[in-house]
């Protein structure tokens, strides 16, 4: 997250998450809606240097979740 980043009211999510694909590491908050920080953890095996992939995740406004899907999975 910038230094500068201000949260927005209603915003499914104010913390840092991201994806590491080199070794499938994940940094977020584990699901965990009142968790004050992040932290990476073991997300899923790691791909490969030199290839490509996919991350996409699914957002549920009304419990305030997303959920991660790498390459369909």
Do not use: Y
């Not at 997300?43 to 899907?69: A, C, D, F, H, Y």
């Amino acid at each position: 997250m910038p230094g500068n980043f201000t949260p927005v009211v209603n915003k499914v999510c104010d913390k840092s998450i991201g994806f590491h694909f080199g070794n499938g590491r994940l940094h977020d908050t584990q699901g965990k809606i009142d968790k004050k920080t992040t932290a990476w953890r073991e997300g899923r095996e790691g791909i490969p240097k030199g290839t490509g992939g996919t991350v996409s995740l699914r957002v549920n406004l009304e419990k305030q979740v997303m959920s991660w899907n790498f390459n369909g999975v």
